[in-house]
């Protein structure tokens, strides 16, 4: 019994923190499920060699070497940063019927913070389009 109590004093207490460390866009993406505007992420266009991290919790979510050109996909998915694989048990995949639509919502599996969706597409060798907003992501490049 007390365990539980403690870990939802710790929950409260961390979406406080993450209100005041979180930008209100990054905020309303991560723990609210929200969309950043298409072509306006910092990492559309970026091709630095590194890893892409969970903005919340820093955990490694995607390789750079994973990364599509969005020019090149499905154009309903260009505006925002694109890749074929995560790392391994990095995300996960829930069921998402919002907005009348059926997707796949991905969120840091370490966390639970919302990240995106995937789609299927067979232009891929994975047969997968994992869609982005860039602020759920930092990336860390390898070179300093
Ligand atoms: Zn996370």
């Known amino acids: 019994m007390q365990e539980i109590n403690i870990f939802y004093i710790i929950?409260?207490?961390?979406?406080?923190?993450?209100?005041?460390?979180?930008?209100?866009d990054e905020y309303r993406v991560l723990r609210e499920k929200g969309t950043e505007a298409p072509f306006s992420g910092k990492y559309l266009n970026d091709n630095r060699v590194g890893t892409y991290m969970c903005k919340v919790c820093g955990a490694e979510?995607?390789?750079?070497?994973?990364?599509?050109?969005?020019?090149?996909?499905?154009?309903s998915l260009s505006g925002w940063p694109s890749f074929d694989?995560?790392?391994?048990?990095?995300?996960?995949?829930i069921s998402d019927n919002s907005h009348g639509m059926h997707r796949t919502e991905i969120v840091c599996a370490n966390c639970g913070s919302h990240l995106g969706h995937v789609f299927d597409d067979?232009?891929?060798?994975?047969?997968?389009?994992?869609?982005?907003?860039?602020?759920?992501?930092?990336?860390?490049?390898?070179?300093?």
């Open 11 to 24: 929950v409260i207490m961390n979406e406080d923190e993450l209100k005041k460390k979180l930008t209100p």
């Open 61 to 75: 979510l995607f390789p750079s070497t994973a990364k599509l050109d969005p020019a090149k996909g499905p154009a």
């Open 85 to 93: 694989q995560a790392l391994p048990g990095a995300i996960r995949e």
């Open 122 to 144: 067979s232009h891929e060798k994975t047969g997968k389009h994992y869609c982005l907003n860039s602020v759920c992501l930092d990336l860390k490049t390898d070179q300093k």
